[in-house]
């Protein structure tokens, strides 16, 4: 913690940001913070609650945190996958943000706890089984402790299995179901790193592309186009299920676009924005069985 | 979490959708009368021969009862979801608002419902009318009408934001589906025992048992509810389901347990914020370019789940949804003034800029603006917002920093 401190007081205090943003303790357990003054990086706390994907404060349309000038982002595996995406499709530029990276043994589902719960098989985010990323390589600087595996099993990919197993038309029952409801609030968007659309295809009238209205066409057509967009892209931070305020279950969606871009394309998604992602790379040998 | 529970969840009926079918009004019908009683939250019990018992049991069979005689009724039930897959939102299991039909779906006092009752009077989607064009003239069909519904243990702080929106759905125009709800439903509100520290009831001038809006009142005593009513509607109710009400075991006991619980949850709310209205709005109305604006929109994810989830927000959007050629649907669906785009000009101007301004309105609006206009607030101390905000955004704690600014300037 005082190296994470101490490496944002000699930032601020240096000229080099004018902005820290990391995860301060709030009233209600751990939130992003932006400490723009040296004397408030004792603030500054990284633990097992810091589950936002802090990457999303970088989004260039956000103006509000623009403004507040350079920042130093501390970034976890997820943060950095998520920064990663973001140089790769163009969106920052590596020079415009310091990036301290954070040693990470995986985060537990919710940030409001009044201390940091030890990580168990019981209280690790189920997103964490599909992290390699202990000490993210997109980073600056690095602080923390090494950190072991996280504990746990593939919670996620079982019930992606069973889901997996079932016929169409219970698989549809099932997404029927959960995408009930849904209020097309788009808090899975707003809270999603690489959703940073000037103009959302859901706010597009000219042609209407979706219905906006809330009933199953209108749920179906949003989640199904989201999901498109975000194959090979999305980081699985779990960041849009966390937000969704009637539980979705979206990190199955996610989980399973990570699996088919897996197969189809033998890709990843990583902290090294160096490596392309299939929908902006080309390759001779790309699997063309979808071509019927 | 309790095994049971959870099986309870697992195994209960997916959650009954708000249809059109068991909510939309009618324009036809409407008569803009709305039911309300604005009575403060009373700390004397009423009269005892007036009270009624409701054991858990009889409520089960109440709810299954009107579920097999057609009228729905409105619980808070187990959600009837397969659960979060990435890790939840905290450990309890998660409760609805919804239409219940059996005993084991029913979540009364458990922990607080995701969404508000809101979504019961104004849904996050109905239709206005369809239309349908025959050669040269157009077909309209109006929506459904309103049916008899009945509320069962809601709570208070969702319950007092239904009198605080009838204000606005009868300000410049009469909101003709919305009264048509509010007239239709019966709404029996449940004394609450206070969710945690995001609860600020008594600092919006209500109370974990505030009978705002409430047409009668389930208070928690041994074996089931004490239960109160407030007005014509409530009475016909209780009188209507009279072999499910029976009389209290012990009146005297009862109605001092009752009081018991709702002091204690008084107490209990107390300490989570206390603020001075008067000076706040004052504040507000003299700091619109106050840098501590710019303190809140940065962690601001504008998504507007505070508003989604917000029992007073009542802003919407308007939209016509071709079904097919020359047929189609007028709709009207949830909107936010968090979003980007709620007040984007047709010019690409946007007056509200960035969430700094987005942020500030969501508080003008509630704290300011509303009670200039109509002489409350436009938030009930519900804490939903703080609770579902994704990242850590606490209205108690923006409101107690707006007040010592407010206490500052007043010095």
Same mark, same amino acid.
């Given at each position: 913690?005082?190296?994470?401190?101490?490496?944002?007081?000699?930032?601020?205090?240096?000229?080099?940001?004018?902005?820290?943003?990391?995860?301060?303790?709030?009233?209600?357990?751990?939130?992003?913070?932006?400490?723009?003054?040296?004397?408030?990086?004792?603030?500054?706390?990284?633990?097992?609650?810091?589950?936002?994907?802090?990457?999303?404060?970088?989004?260039?349309?956000?103006?509000?945190?623009?403004?507040?000038?350079?920042?130093?982002?501390?970034?976890?595996?997820?943060?950095?996958?998520?920064?990663?995406?973001?140089?790769?499709?163009?969106?920052?530029?590596?020079?415009?943000?310091?990036?301290?990276?954070?040693?990470?043994?995986?985060?537990?589902?919710?940030?409001? @706890?009044?201390?940091?719960?030890?990580?168990?098989?019981?209280?690790? @985010?189920?997103?964490?089984?599909?992290?390699?990323?202990?000490?993210?390589?997109?980073?600056?600087?690095?602080?923390?402790?090494?950190?072991?595996?996280?504990?746990?099993?593939?919670?996620?990919?079982?019930?992606? @299995?069973?889901?997996?197993?079932?016929?169409?038309?219970?698989?549809?029952?099932?997404?029927?179901?959960?995408?009930?409801?849904?209020?097309?609030?788009?808090?899975?968007?707003?809270?999603?790193?690489?959703?940073?659309?000037?103009?959302?295809?859901?706010?597009?009238?000219?042609?209407?592309?979706?219905?906006?209205?809330?009933?199953?066409?209108?749920?179906?057509?949003?989640?199904?186009?989201?999901?498109?967009?975000?194959?090979?892209?999305?980081?699985?931070?779990?960041?849009?299920?966390?937000?969704?305020?009637?539980?979705?279950?979206?990190?199955?969606?996610?989980?399973?676009?990570?699996?088919?871009?897996?197969?189809?394309?033998?890709?990843?998604?990583?902290?090294?924005?160096?490596?392309?992602?299939?929908?902006?790379?080309?390759?001779?040998?790309?699997?063309?069985?979808?071509?019927? | 979490?309790?095994?049971?529970?959870?099986?309870?969840?697992?195994?209960?009926?997916?959650?009954?959708?708000?249809?059109?079918?068991?909510?939309?009004?009618?324009?036809?019908?409407?008569?803009?009368?709305?039911?309300?009683?604005?009575?403060?939250?009373?700390?004397?019990?009423?009269?005892?021969?007036?009270?009624?018992?409701?054991?858990?049991?009889?409520?089960?069979?109440?709810?299954?009862?009107?579920?097999?005689?057609?009228?729905?009724?409105?619980?808070?039930?187990?959600?009837?979801?397969?659960?979060?897959?990435?890790?939840?939102?905290?450990?309890?299991?998660?409760?609805?608002?919804?239409?219940?039909?059996?005993?084991?779906?029913?979540?009364?006092?458990?922990?607080?419902?995701?969404?508000?009752?809101?979504?019961?009077?104004?849904?996050?989607?109905?239709?206005?009318?369809?239309?349908?064009?025959?050669?040269?003239?157009?077909?309209?069909?109006?929506?459904?009408?309103?049916?008899?519904?009945?509320?069962?243990?809601?709570?208070?702080?969702?319950?007092?934001?239904?009198?605080?929106?009838?204000?606005?759905?009868?300000?410049?125009?009469?909101?003709?589906?919305?009264?048509?709800?509010?007239?239709?439903?019966?709404?029996?509100?449940?004394?609450?025992?206070?969710?945690?520290?995001?609860?600020?009831?008594?600092?919006?001038?209500?109370?974990?048992?505030?009978?705002?809006?409430?047409?009668?009142?389930?208070?928690?005593?041994?074996?089931?509810?004490?239960?109160?009513?407030?007005?014509?509607?409530?009475?016909?109710?209780?009188?209507?389901?009279?072999?499910?009400?029976?009389?209290?075991?012990?009146?005297?006991?009862?109605?001092?347990?009752?009081?018991?619980?709702?002091?204690?949850?008084?107490?209990?709310?107390?300490?989570?914020?206390?603020?001075?209205?008067?000076?706040?709005?004052?504040?507000?109305?003299?700091?619109?370019?106050?840098?501590?604006?710019?303190?809140?929109?940065?962690?601001?994810?504008?998504?507007?789940?505070?508003?989604?989830?917000?029992?007073?927000?009542?802003?919407?959007?308007?939209?016509?949804?071709?079904?097919?050629?020359?047929?189609?649907?007028?709709?009207?669906?949830?909107?936010?003034?968090?979003?980007?785009?709620?007040?984007?000009?047709?010019?690409?101007?946007?007056?509200?800029?960035?969430?700094?301004?987005?942020?500030?309105?969501?508080?003008?609006?509630?704290?300011?603006?509303?009670?200039?206009?109509?002489?409350?607030?436009?938030?009930?101390?519900?804490?939903?917002?703080?609770?579902?905000?994704?990242?850590?955004?606490?209205?108690?704690?923006?409101?107690?920093?707006?007040?010592?600014?407010?206490?500052?300037?007043?010095?």
């Amino acid at each position: 913690m005082t190296e994470l401190q101490d490496t944002a007081r000699r930032l601020l205090d240096e000229g080099e940001v004018k902005v820290v943003i990391g995860w301060e303790e709030g009233r209600r357990g751990v939130r992003p913070v932006f400490v723009t003054s040296a004397a408030d990086c004792d603030r500054l706390v990284f633990d097992t609650r810091c589950v936002h994907n802090l990457a999303t404060f970088l989004n260039p349309r956000r103006s509000q945190v623009a403004s507040l000038g350079k920042a130093a982002l501390v970034v976890k595996g997820c943060d950095a996958k998520a920064v990663a995406g973001l140089l790769r499709e163009a969106q920052i530029e590596r020079d415009g943000v310091v990036l301290i990276g954070v040693r990470c043994g995986g985060v537990v589902g919710s940030p409001v @706890a009044p201390d940091a719960p030890a990580l168990t098989a019981e209280t690790v @985010a189920s997103r964490c089984f599909a992290c390699d990323v202990r000490e993210p390589g997109l980073v600056d600087v690095l602080v923390g402790d090494a950190q072991p595996e996280p504990p746990g099993s593939g919670t996620l990919d079982e019930r992606i @299995a069973a889901l997996d197993a079932l016929g169409p038309d219970e698989r549809f029952a099932f997404w029927t179901n959960e995408l009930s409801r849904c209020t097309q609030c788009y808090a899975c968007r707003q809270a999603c790193p690489l959703c940073y659309c000037e103009r959302c295809i859901v706010e597009k009238t000219e042609p209407q592309w979706i219905e906006t209205s809330p009933h199953p066409r209108g749920n179906f057509a949003w989640h199904l186009t989201r999901a498109q967009h975000l194959a090979g892209r999305c980081v699985g931070c779990g960041e849009c299920e966390r937000a969704c305020p009637v539980g979705i279950p979206l990190a199955l969606i996610n989980r399973k676009l990570q699996q088919v871009v897996l197969e189809l394309y033998d890709y990843t998604v990583s902290d090294d924005p160096a490596v392309p992602a299939p929908i902006g790379a080309y390759a001779t040998d790309d699997t063309q069985d979808f071509i019927k | 979490m309790s095994d049971t529970k959870k099986k309870k969840s697992a195994s209960s009926k997916a959650a009954t959708p708000v249809t059109d079918a068991a909510v939309a009004g009618t324009a036809s019908t409407a008569d803009g009368s709305v039911v309300a009683a604005q009575v403060a939250d009373a700390s004397e019990p009423l009269a005892l021969g007036e009270a009624r018992f409701l054991t858990s049991e009889a409520l089960g069979w109440l709810v299954e009862g009107l579920a097999a005689a057609g009228t729905p009724a409105v619980a808070p039930a187990w959600a009837g979801d397969a659960g979060r897959a990435a890790g939840g939102v905290g450990d309890a299991p998660e409760t609805e608002y919804r239409v219940v039909s059996g005993a084991a779906e029913l979540a009364l006092g458990e922990r607080l419902p995701r969404l508000s009752l809101k979504q019961f009077f104004l849904p996050p989607t109905e239709v206005l009318f369809s239309y349908k064009r025959n050669g040269a003239d157009i077909e309209l069909t109006p929506a459904q009408a309103a049916r008899d519904t009945v509320v069962l243990g809601a709570r208070p702080c969702d319950v007092a934001a239904l009198p605080i929106v009838d204000k606005v759905m009868n300000w410049d125009y009469a909101d003709e589906l919305w009264n048509a709800r509010r007239a239709a439903t019966t709404v029996f509100s449940l004394s609450c025992k206070v969710e945690d520290d995001s609860c600020f009831c008594s600092a919006v001038f209500l109370g974990p048992a505030a009978l705002k809006g409430s047409d009668g009142r389930l208070t928690p005593v041994d074996g089931g509810y004490l239960v109160e009513a407030f007005t014509d509607k409530g009475a016909a109710f209780v009188a209507a389901h009279a072999d499910a009400f029976a009389d209290l075991p012990d009146a005297s006991a009862n109605s001092a347990q009752a009081e018991q619980f709702r002091a204690a949850a008084r107490e209990r709310v107390a300490g989570n914020l206390q603020v001075d209205h008067g000076r706040l709005r004052d504040w507000l109305d003299h700091h619109f370019d106050d840098p501590f604006w710019a303190s809140l929109g940065p962690r601001c994810n504008g998504c507007g789940v505070c508003a989604s989830v917000c029992p007073t927000c009542h802003c919407f959007d308007i939209v016509d949804e071709p079904e097919s050629v020359g047929s189609g649907v007028r709709r009207r669906n949830w909107d936010t003034c968090q979003t980007c785009v709620f007040t984007l000009h047709a010019s690409g101007h946007n007056p509200r800029g960035d969430q700094n301004a987005r942020y500030r309105q969501r508080i003008e609006h509630k704290f300011l603006a509303y009670p200039l206009k109509f002489g409350d607030v436009l938030c009930t101390g519900c804490g939903r917002c703080s609770r579902a905000c994704p990242t850590g955004q606490d209205m108690a704690e923006i409101l107690t920093a707006i007040d010592a600014r407010a206490a500052e300037d007043a010095s």
